[in-house]
């Protein structure tokens, strides 16, 4: 195999190796770094004796993954206030040729999927997302993370129980998720608090994420009073220059606020019957960098 036709096959591979690595590290430059030191790997290996170039690479991320993720540990235990993950433009292509594993694959990157994952320990982390994700059988698993079927499907029932416990237990359609969006963004930009109040669940949360960069509360927000308090004191003192655009983040509409031609925010809703039951608002600017050329 030649270097242009490795390149061609990892370049192939590359959206599964990336969708591998957010997966388990929550960052877009660490899955970034993650795939790159793959690359590095698979330009210097004996390609000769790869059979499965895909089951190869994904291998090596995920036990690049797996070192990494043992090594943001500390990182994530010192951060300021509520920790979310990077947001992350999805656009699945090819990956993902049909209706239903779109959706799995969009529920698995989910901002809600991913806090809950973060309390798994890596190698429960890396079985979930490689079994429930991408649809790995165990014995793939267990070749992936050199370890004995049985112990990869103990792994697997321990991850896969603990996230059930703790995951949102609701499916939305992705229609009315694009449309709540617009509806808050009209009535948080427009400064309505009524028609703001309207959208909460009694019940919403608000959980922002400034790492101390940026101003954010460093507390979760409960209760659709207190939120939309927060969210309307927020529109009324204003950003300079502000711009709205609605992308796809993390498998769902979300929201890029701008100040200027910089990002400021993106914001994500969780849904439940209709009525929005979470707010996501990531503001650490270095979250925001990859969302810079949207």
């Known amino acids: 195999m030649t270097i242009d036709t490795a390149t061609e096959v990892f370049e192939e591979h590359r959206p599964v190796l990336m969708g591998v690595a957010y ?19 698979w330009s210097g290996a004996d390609r000769t004796e790869v059979r499965e170039p895909r089951a190869y ?75 429930e994700a991408f649809g790995y059988p165990y014995a793939d698993i267990a070749a992936v993370l050199d370890r004995g079927e049985p112990a990869v499907r103990q792994l697997a029932g321990r991850a896969r129980k603990h996230v059930e416990e703790r995951r949102p237990r609701y499916e939305v359609d992705p229609a009315e998720r694009r449309d709540l969006t617009e509806r808050f963004l009209a009535a948080a930009g427009g400064g309505d608090l009524e028609a703001l109040m309207s959208l909460l669940a009694p019940d919403v949360r608000l959980i922002g994420d400034s790492g101390g960069l940026s101003k954010a509360p460093l507390r979760v927000i409960e209760t659709a009073d207190k939120v939309g308090r927060f969210l309307y004191a927020v529109a009324q ?41 979470c707010v996501y608002i990531v503001r650490n600017p270095e979250k925001l960098v990859s969302l810079g050329s949207q």
């Open 23 to 41: 997966r388990m590290l929550g960052r877009v430059a660490d899955a970034e770094d993650v795939v790159q030191e793959a690359w590095l790997r």
């Open 237 to 277: 003192q204003g950003i300079p220059d502000p711009s709205y655009r609605l992308l796809e983040l993390n498998g769902g509409a979300a929201l890029l606020v701008l100040s200027g031609d910089k990002p400021d925010s993106a914001v994500q809703l969780d849904v439940v019957d209709g009525r929005i039951r």
């Open 57 to 131: 690479l994904v291998r090596i991320v995920t036990r690049l993954a797996v070192d990494r993720l043992r090594q943001v540990r500390s990182r994530n235990e010192a951060y300021v206030g509520p920790w979310l993950p990077e947001p992350y433009v999805t656009d699945f292509g090819d990956t993902a040729p049909d209706t239903a594993e779109r959706a799995v694959l969009a529920d698995s990157v989910s901002l809600a999927v991913l806090v809950v994952l973060e309390s798994l320990s890596p190698l429960e982390r890396a079985v979930f997302v490689l079994r």
